[in-house]
């Protein structure tokens, strides 16, 4: 995946925390967000969420089309601006910096996100996956290990699926830093389920 991909995600990232998770954690003191059938979402007010092509809130839906963080906020009739004194790595996108989201490549990152979540869900149905904004992946842990999904990010430039052990494991299967990670353009059909079941079966 190229430019247009990483300026899209890029996009829906500054989106995420500025409009959605700073201003819930301003109104309701949480920073966490859901990943839905159609994109992403607010878990408290303000109820506010993300699809490829607007966001919604209270007052209706907004075009993602030549806007800004701010503008989206300001139509939204919430503070824009990522949540305060929580983290230092923000996103860098400015506020008032238009936009460029592409519909269909906004789409299958969703997709990607949404994929996840359900394999999410039959790895651990008493788990509540979550979609966390400083890093823009969507994740549980069970047993000091994370599982997830990312839309891509600097260690892998497409949305991949990921096994994170804190402790760190060796061999074949984990060949990422932080432990296991495969593209999920390779994990057609079952392989994303069995994928995370490998990744218990070897941190049990």
Aim: net charge negative; glycine share 10%; proline share 7%.
């Amino acid at each position: 995946m190229g430019t247009e991909p990483a300026a899209t995600r890029r996009a829906l990232h500054g989106i995420a925390e500025q409009v959605l998770a700073g201003p819930q954690h301003r109104r309701s003191g949480t920073i966490r967000l859901q990943v839905t059938a159609e994109g992403i979402a607010t878990v408290a007010e303000p109820a506010v969420s993300l699809t490829a092509t607007q966001v919604i809130g209270t007052v209706g839906a907004v075009s993602l089309a030549g806007a800004s963080c701010a503008s989206l906020a300001a139509a939204l009739g919430v503070d824009v601006g990522a949540p305060r004194d929580l983290y230092k790595d923000v996103t860098d996108v400015d506020p008032d910096e238009p936009l460029s989201v592409d519909p269909v490549i906004a789409a299958d990152l969703l997709a990607a996100l949404w994929r996840g979540q359900e394999a999410l869900r039959r790895l651990a149905p008493a788990e509540t996956p979550v979609l966390w904004p400083e890093h823009f992946d969507l994740g549980i842990s069970l047993d000091e290990v994370n599982y997830g999904v990312s839309p891509g990010d600097g260690y892998l430039d497409e949305p991949y699926a990921y096994v994170g052990p804190w402790t760190p494991r060796t061999g074949e299967f984990f060949n990422a830093p932080f432990g296991a990670a495969r593209a999920l353009r390779e994990l057609a059909g079952d392989a994303l389920d069995e994928f995370y079941a490998q990744g218990r079966r070897l941190t049990g």
